[in-house]
């Protein structure tokens, strides 16, 4: 059974920095694309950005230079590096497979939310 959990979302003042984490467990890690979304209150889950399987990593353009993407393929593990949050980057964070042929997984998401 494949499952994706996130983890490292909370409640941080404006200016801070979370290191969300997603965890995959019943599939190959190692030959997944991941990606990260991002679902603010009253609005549509959107897409921050994803990794390929060898690291590379792509961002949407509303977070380019503010967050980074990471993974460690021995942990079964991709990371969100958020700096300088905003009240603007509170929402309910996931991750999710990128297989282009085969069916998708979301995790249950993480909730970070950005006081001013």
């Known amino acids: 059974q494949v499952q994706l959990v996130e983890s490292g979302g909370g409640v941080v003042p404006a200016g801070e920095s979370l290191r969300l984490s997603c965890t995959v467990s019943?599939?190959?890690?190692?030959?997944?694309?991941m990606g990260w979304y991002r679902q603010s209150p009253g609005k549509e889950r959107v897409f921050l950005g994803k990794?390929?399987?060898?690291?590379?990593?792509t961002y949407s353009d509303a977070i380019k230079g503010h967050f980074t993407i990471a993974r460690d393929n021995t942990k079964n593990t991709t990371w969100l590096e958020t700096f300088n949050l905003k009240p603007e980057d509170t929402g309910v964070y996931y991750c999710?497979?990128?297989?282009?042929?085969?069916?998708?997984?979301w995790g249950p998401g993480t909730q970070v939310t950005v006081s001013s």
């Open positions: 999710k497979t990128e297989m282009r042929t085969s069916a998708n997984y």
């Open positions: 990794i390929n399987n060898l690291g590379a990593a």
């Open positions: 019943g599939i190959d890690f190692r030959r997944l694309p």
